[in-house]
Structure formats: structure tokens, C-alpha cells
């Protein structure tokens, strides 16, 4: 089946811990997101990347990093520089169609620092 | 500034009922793109609809409608025939600029039985 699974699902970090979330996608899209969910709170974008071996930050960069060597995958670093990296994260995937550049979601991971 | 705002924090609609969720955009782009998600307590986001701006009609999918007014910059979904399964959060946001789409804060629909 076509679409975006990310990986782990629930993960746990202890302080001061880089951690790496999975993000791989089936369906041919040139670009592709990190989002930031607070609990309650809207979607902040973190990073997002049109073509391959390019990124660009979002509103909220800060403690974070990512690649893009493949058109499939653009994995997620939280690093110890991230103060409060509590958070759902979501990975979305982007081609432009005919609903314009409808951007499609993964299940999203759950991080947890202890 | 492009900006995306959600008035309604939550919502409560009898099951069956239609419901209305505001949605108002700002941005000095002339050409944009508008669309509602889904979210449900599993925290997938569910892709609902989508409105062009320079679309003349209003966007229907199933059970939703967008009710785009250019002008007063809104972009509100209509859901008909509430369901118990539409409880979730709904999200709007609104493409700009190429790829990087925004999104508004939320509202939370509660459908009674």
C-alpha cells in the first residue's frame, strides 16, 4: 500500500540523548515535513524539503536536524540542544495535483523525555 | 503575515445535525490553497478538503463542504448529517509561497448521541 510510516511509534529519551525518527514515503512526492505537535496545540513546521538533498527550516529549526539523500526518506534528529522536545511529531509528504500541494501524513511518533 | 485562525476551541453537535467550523485567513498572496484535516484521537491527520483560490465554486467532499468567502478571507467547513465518528479535532490550513503549509490551532467537535 502506498504512504508515509514513521517509526518508532512511542519513543522515550533520556536528557541530553540525540534521538532519530524514521520517515519514509511510497508515493513518489518530491517534498516532505516535520511537524511539531504540542498537546492541544496546531501543527508547527520544523524543517521541510522540496527536492533531495535540499531542506529548509521552519518556524521552529532550533535543536533539530535532518537529511534528505533519498526521495523517500527524510529522517528527524532531535538533539540535546532541543530544551523541551516533548512532543507528537508528524511526517508529511507533498506532491503538487490537482488539490494543489496537498500534504499527506504519516501516524505520527510520540516523544517522550524521562 | 500569513496567519490561519481558529475562534472556536470546541464545539458540540447533536448527532445527525449539521455543524459549522470558522476558519478566517490572512495572506497578500494572490494565489493560495485552503484545507480542513482531521484529526482524531489516534492522532493521524485525516486530509478532508481542498480549496484554490481562484476555484469560482465552493469544494464538497461526501459529507463536507467548504464554504470559501474570498473576500471576508473564511474558509469554513461544513459537516452535514453529524456522525459520532466525527468526533475529533479539525484542523485549517491554508498553502502559500510554493510548499510550506500553515495551520490554525484547532477546534474540538464533540457529536452527542
Known amino acids: 500500500d502506498g504512504g508515509i510510516t514513521q517509526s518508532p511509534k512511542y519513543l522515550f529519551r533520556k536528557e541530553g540523548q540525540n534521538v532519530t525518527l524514521s520517515c519514509e514515503q511510497n508515493?513518489?512526492?518530491?517534498?516532505m515535513y516535520w511537524y511539531r505537535q504540542d498537546p492541544g496545540q496546531g501543527l508547527r513546521l520544523i524543517y521541510y524539503?522540496?527536492?533531495?538533498?535540499?531542506?529548509q527550516k521552519g518556524d521552529i529549526a532550533e535543536g533539530y536536524s535532518v537529511s534528505r539523500e533519498k526521495k523517500e526518506s527524510f529522517p528527524l534528529t532531535v538533539t540535546s540542544a532541543q530544551k523541551n522536545p516533548t512532543a507528537f511529531y508528524l511526517c508529511a509528504s507533498s506532491t503538487h495535483g490537482n488539490s494543489g500541494n496537498t500534504i499527506y501524513f504519516g501516524e505520527g511518533s510520540w516523544l517522550t523525555v524521562v | 503575515a500569513q496567519k490561519i485562525t481558529q475562534t472556536q476551541p470546541g464545539m458540540f453537535v447533536q448527532e445527525k445535525e449539521a455543524v459549522t467550523l470558522d476558519c478566517t485567513y490572512d495572506?497578500?498572496?494572490?494565489?493560495?490553497?485552503l484545507f480542513w484535516y482531521k484529526q482524531p484521537s489516534s492522532g493521524e491527520m485525516i486530509f478532508l478538503i481542498y480549496?484554490?483560490?481562484?476555484?469560482?465554486q465552493n469544494a464538497t467532499e461526501g459529507r463536507y463542504s467548504l464554504n470559501f468567502q474570498k473576500a471576508r478571507k473564511s474558509a469554513n467547513l461544513v459537516i452535514s448529517a453529524s456522525q459520532l465518528g466525527d468526533s475529533a479535532m479539525y484542523f485549517c490550513a491554508m498553502l502559500t509561497g510554493g510548499f510550506k503549509t500553515i495551520f490554525g490551532a484547532g477546534t474540538r467537535l464533540f457529536v452527542k448521541a
Open positions: 495572506t497578500s498572496d494572490p494565489s493560495y490553497g
Open positions: 524539503s522540496q527536492i533531495v538533498n535540499d531542506f
Open positions: 508515493l513518489n512526492h518530491d517534498a
Open positions: 480549496q484554490g483560490s481562484y476555484d469560482q
